[in-house]
T-cell receptor, first 112, second 115 residues
Framework: AQSVTQLGSHVSVSEGALVLLRCNYS??????LFWYVQYPNQGLQLLLK??????LVKGINGFEAEFKKSETSFHLTKPSAHMSDAAEYFC??????????FGAGTILRVKS | GAGVSQSPRYKVAKRGQDVALRCDPI?????LFWYQQALGQGPEFLTY????????KSGLPSDRFFAERPEGSVSTLKIQRTQQEDSAVYLC?????????????FGNGTRLTVT
């Protein structure tokens, strides 16, 4: 079965510092992978998706993620954190069609 | 342009009551999903519609949960005889078509609290 594991339920960074949110997947076939962001009391918004076209995927708000098959990872990064990046981030993998399976989420805190 | 709209935003129910949660997807979107998000967890799949057909209901936790989309647009998730463990945010999502390159658009959810 396909699934994702997010390492670290909480990550805290200083404003301007590098953001790194970790996601590892398990899949017997090449996966479709996604990162979503959820602000308080809101639904999920798509940040970026990997669909095998390129291993480095650029998303919105300056985020990007790199698909590494050898490490079964799809970590999310942003060079410089902004206060507005504080939110919960979910990694997800496609099961079939566009049915998503989500990780448990990582709450990002940005300190001024 | 309107996104996915869910109502009510908040619902408090006494244990044993029935509730109905509504989802208005983006106009023309074929696929519609319901997810349940418990506090501190990621969303978990409940059920999936393609137009009016419910193609997958494998995630519904019990027979107290029922979903419908009779005209292939608005969908309703009904929970009968609510229990405290049903307390969660219920998210609806829609997409233009079946397919892995069609992103899901999520509503803001309905937060259900069962007392």
């Amino acid at each position: 079965a396909q699934s994702v594991t997010q390492l670290g339920s909480h990550v805290s960074v200083s404003e301007g510092a590098l953001v790194l949110l970790r996601c590892n997947y398990s899949s017997s076939v090449p996966p479709y992978l996604f990162w979503y962001v959820q602000y308080p009391n809101q639904g999920l918004q798509l940040l970026l998706k990997y669909t095998s076209a390129a291993t480095l995927v650029k998303g919105i708000n300056g985020f990007e993620a790199e698909f590494k098959k050898s490490e079964t990872s799809f970590h999310l990064t942003k060079p410089s954190a902004h206060m507005s990046d504080a939110a919960e981030y979910f990694c997800a993998v496609i099961i079939y069609g566009n049915k998503l399976v989500f990780g448990a989420g990582t709450i990002l805190r940005v300190k001024s | 342009g309107a996104g996915v709209s869910q109502s009510p935003r908040y619902k408090v129910a006494k244990r044993g009551q029935d509730v109905a949660l509504r989802c208005d997807p983006i106009s023309g979107h074929v696929s519609l999903f319901w997810y349940q998000q418990a506090l501190g967890q990621g969303p978990e799949f409940l059920t999936y519609f393609q137009n009016e057909a419910q193609l997958d209901k494998s995630g519904l936790p019990s027979d107290r949960f029922f979903a419908e989309r009779p005209e292939g647009s608005v969908s309703t998730l009904k929970i009968q005889r609510t229990q405290q463990e049903d307390s969660a945010v219920y998210l609806c999502a829609s997409s233009t078509r079946e397919g892995q390159d069609s992103p899901l658009h999520f509503g803001n959810g309905t937060r259900l609290t069962v007392t």
